[in-house]
T-cell receptor, first 113, second 112 residues
C-alpha cells in the first residue's frame, strides 16, 4: 500500500518564489494535516482538514495556503517563499476520532535561499 | 501555553539494556498520549498510544506509563536493539479532534 505520498522530496527555491507541496493518501482518511519540522523544535502544525471542502489553521499557518477538493489530496502552497520557511514538511493523515494516530509521509525538504 | 516536552534530548544505551524515554506534558485535558519513532530521513511512525483513563499499556517490547498526578509520560523499550536507534517523540491529543501537539524529541543511540 502506498499510504501517504509526498512530492517533491527535495526542493530549492529563491526568496519570493511560490510552489506547491503535494500530498496524497489512499487510505480514505478524513483527516489530513501538514507539519513542519525544524531542528530542536519538534513538529508544528501548519494547517489541517477534517474532510473535503473543510480546512483550518494550525499553530504556524502564516505564509501557507491549503485546499481540500478531494478526500485523497491535500496540497500545501507557499505563496512567496522566505528563508524562514526552510524546513522539512510532513503530511499526515488519519481517521477521525480515536487517539488520532497519524500516518506520515516521508517528508519534503525545502530550502529557501 | 500548553506544551509537551522531554527531559533528555539524547539517550545512549547498550544493546540489550532497557531504555526509558521521558516526557512531561501540561494539558490536563488531553485524551490520548502517543509515542512516535522517527528514523533518519523518514517520517514519524506510530509506536503506541495510551488513553488518559489508563496508567499503563504494553505492546511488543514497549510499555508506556502515564502518571497524571505529575503529568509525566514514559516509553520503556525492553532489550534495546540497534534498530531502535531513532528520535522518539511524545504527542498529546488535546481533545480537539485529531490535532496532535508534539514534544521536541529524544534521540536514542544504541551502542553495540
Amino acid at each position: 500500500n502506498a499510504g501517504v505520498t509526498q512530492t517533491p522530496k527535495f526542493q530549492v527555491l529563491k526568496t519570493g518564489q511560490s510552489m506547491t507541496l503535494q500530498c496524497a493518501q489512499d487510505m480514505n482518511h478524513e483527516y489530513m494535516s501538514w507539519y513542519r519540522q525544524d531542528p530542536g523544535m519538534g513538529l508544528r502544525l501548519i494547517h489541517y482538514s477534517v474532510g473535503a471542502g473543510i480546512t483550518d489553521q494550525g499553530e504556524v499557518p502564516n505564509g501557507y495556503n491549503v485546499s481540500r477538493s478531494t478526500t485523497e489530496d491535500f496540497p500545501l502552497r507557499l505563496l512567496s517563499a522566505a528563508p524562514s520557511q526552510t524546513s522539512v514538511y510532513f503530511c499526515a493523515s488519519s481517521l477521525l476520532g480515536g487517539s488520532g494516530e497519524l500516518f506520515f509521509g516521508e517528508g519534503s525538504r525545502l530550502t529557501v535561499l | 501555553g500548553e506544551s509537551v516536552g522531554l527531559h533528555l534530548p539524547t539517550l545512549s544505551v547498550q544493546e540489550g539494556d532497557n531504555s526509558i524515554i521521558n516526557c512531561a506534558y501540561s494539558n490536563s485535558a488531553s485524551d490520548y498520549f502517543i509515542w512516535y519513532k522517527q528514523e533518519s530521513g523518514k517520517g514519524p511512525q506510530f509506536i503506541i498510544d495510551i488513553r488518559s483513563n489508563m496508567d499503563k499499556r504494553q505492546g511488543q517490547r514497549v510499555t508506556v506509563l502515564l502518571n497524571k498526578t505529575v503529568k509525566h509520560l514514559s516509553l520503556q523499550i525492553a532489550a534495546t536493539q540497534p534498530g531502535d536507534s531513532a528520535v522518539y517523540f511524545c504527542a498529546e491529543n488535546g481533545n480537539a479532534g485529531n490535532m496532535l501537539t508534539f514534544g521536541g524529541g529524544t534521540r536514542l543511540m544504541v551502542k553495540p
